[in-house]
């Protein structure tokens, strides 16, 4: 479901910036700031490699016991719908 966020003290060169963007790619102000906050938090994002690694050096301070290849795909599928 879509939720609504309200900005409070948004500076007015931000605003005039936004808006601007917002009248050169023909959008409403809304979603140009949706598509501004998408590009932001898809930036942030770890890179896979480097969440690989994490998820490797994790594995490796457990203990490989627990997860055998055949109880990886066990819970792959339990989780399939």
């Known amino acids: ?5 309200t900005l409070k003290n948004l500076p007015d060169a ?3 910036r936004l808006s601007a963007a917002a009248k050169h790619h023909r959008r409403s102000l809304n979603n140009e700031a949706i598509v501004c906050l998408e590009a ?3 930036a942030a994002s770890v890179p ?9 050096a994790l ?3 457990l203990g490989s016991s ?5 109880v990886i795909e066990t819970f792959k599928e339990e989780g399939r719908p």
């Open 14 to 16: 931000l605003h005039a």
């Open 48 to 56: 896979v490699p480097d969440r690989l690694r994490e998820i490797r």
């Open 66 to 70: 627990d997860f055998e290849p055949n």
């Open 59 to 61: 594995r490796q301070t």
């Open 1 to 5: 479901m879509a939720k609504t966020l």
């Open 40 to 42: 932001g938090l898809a």
